[in-house]
């Protein structure tokens, strides 16, 4: 049988987003903007790319990924904190964002602040509840909790943040800085959803380092490529192009070059694929979507 | 034996300050100021109320508390992350605090907002770490995790800071809007630092629940004494004193009187101890606390 990535992509986004819906009804909408902050952020057409990993991750190992599906949510979330604080105007000061105006352009800043604070600290709220909640073995609730939170803080995602801003118009272009914001700032929290996924399955030991090291590879190859789009630009790309040059960040094209950049891409993605086709049948979606990721142009 | 309440704080402070400051360790301090702002925030002299309650009432229940400290030092880390947000510009824009320069007026804002998200993350990681590390019931560890995370999100603390920044300045003074700022903005997070004691030392159901109320005590009283010494000052009240004043904050002061509002603490505080007392010699430490709070001036 066929594989269709797009049906595929589909559905898992509609698992997700109905999720993430439930979740936010379950926020109090009085007498504060809080709600309807968290709401616009989550619901503003991700491509939910982090959950949908972190699901195929788990099915590459053959374990059904229905009740992973609160967990990957949470991963989201993070995500979506991540970039409600990152576009604020004390950091990369963005006012669009997946062409609509950013969180705190609506909301304003205190609002946008509480609404990535809120989000971090719910997410490891749904994971524990839901652990509990389906009779996940207890032990690996918590693994999960400790890979995601430590590719959050900082040591990970957030020194990742800081790392950027901290490099901004640097003159010392260094290719191993870069590349450690690029691992920090993008592939922690891509490479814990992968892992994630392989944990919940049952992996361990050696299988849970190829796929850690499945979900590097994605996350790395997933950010020189976002780079190389703010210089070529895309159709659907959502963010004006430019927006790096603009800021003088340090990014992989500006390292090493436009087409450095773009071989790299393609050696992680060939990297990760020979990795994951070694898992056989159940592999095909992991595959799919790392192809298309390799090969995306927004 | 007589009771020494300086002692035992003092005891405690050091075993908390020491744990907070091995945990600092081991934040990378390369290339950014992250590290170094966290620092700062954690280690400016606050009381450390939070995780001595905590201590205190897994104690109350007769066990040590020994491998509670790291938790109840996480604990300690989201209320640190809570303040360095709260003082933005953005939020209460205070430019002091505990008498010094605050988070954002030494590192800027940028750093300020990453070092509240990453000791946020980083909680969660060192609850998870812990109780795997110390063998702790994995699902007691869940549990923990559970409450502390609804106690800061979107229903709980940060729900309180939104409600806080709605209603500055609001015309309407509605004591019931003040107690829930309360209860959920100081008052939910000291009132899960008793429960994850007591849930620590072993308590559910009824036990469980009477901590519950005795953390909710603690809390609305603190919060409300705070208010009180907002317009009377102390002596070492470490922040200028009318700022609530001046901000136009709803407080219960300001709704129901400065007497009403001493002898709603004086009634909180009696609450507290008659229930804590219930539970014989070893609640002489959370006792001799609560009514330490109680009387507190700064």
Known sequence: MAFHLDIYLEENRKLIDLELSNIID??????????????????????????ILCI???????????????????????HTYSLIHDDLPSMDDDSLRRGKPTNHVIFGEATAILAGDALLADSFNLIAAKIVEKSIPPLLGLEIIRDISSSVGSNGMVRGQSLDLFMEGSSEIDIEIVE????????????????????????????????????????????????ILDIEGGADF?????????????????AAGLEAAKKK???????????????GDNSMALAAIVKYL?????
């Open 56 to 78: 195929a991750s788990c099915e590459t190992l053959g374990r059904d990924a229905s009740d992973l599906v609160p967990i990957a949510c949470a991963i989201e979330m993070i």
């Open 265 to 279: 891409v393609d050696e992680l993605t060939k990297m990760a694929l020979s990795e994951i086709e070694k898992f």
């Open 294 to 298: 390799g090969e995306r142009k927004n």
């Open 238 to 254: 959502g963010k004006s192009i430019g927006a790096d040059i603009k800021k003088k960040k340090l990014t992989f094209p500006s």
């Open 26 to 51: 379950t926020i109090s909408g009085d007498h504060t903007d809080l709600q309807r902050s968290i709401s616009y952020s989550i619901s503003s057409g991700g491509k939910r790319l982090r959950p």
């Open 180 to 227: 450690e914001i690029h691992r920090l700032k993008t592939g922690a929290l891509i490479s814990s959803a992968v892992k994630t996924g392989a944990r919940f399955a049952g992996a361990d030991g050696d299988i849970l380092n190829r796929f850690t090291n499945i979900g590097e590879c994605i996350g790395l190859a997933y950010q020189i490529n976002d780079d």
